[in-house]
């Protein structure tokens, strides 16, 4: 009986467990011009990293740059040549299953600020 009881305790506390914390990694497409934002990482936490930047308009070229985040916050920063590279963006961002919401805490760059303020969607891998 104690087995029992002990099996169904486990499961019912297994069962109301949170689930793992979302990730910011991936690759973001922006519903505001469509620009695609891959945001990759190799630490175990995927809080730090680099991106690179596919923007929409035709012709302009990609550029990477570096990010380091926390559960709420992200911090961007375009390497020399991209179109803020001498400016951080500091945003607070929220998931939500594969949607990524980010409000401006600091930017000094207002090409960046316009387009990362609207939504953007997971895109799902082709593998």
Known sequence: MRTLLFILLATTLAACSSPPPQHITGTWVSTYDGTVLDLM???????DGIYVVQPSMTGAPPFTGQFRSTKTDVTLADDDGGP???MTGQYEFALLNDVMLMTLKHDECTLRSTIMEYAWTRSLSSE
């Open 84 to 86: 803020c590279s001498t």
């Open 41 to 47: 990482s190799d630490d175990a936490e995927q809080r």
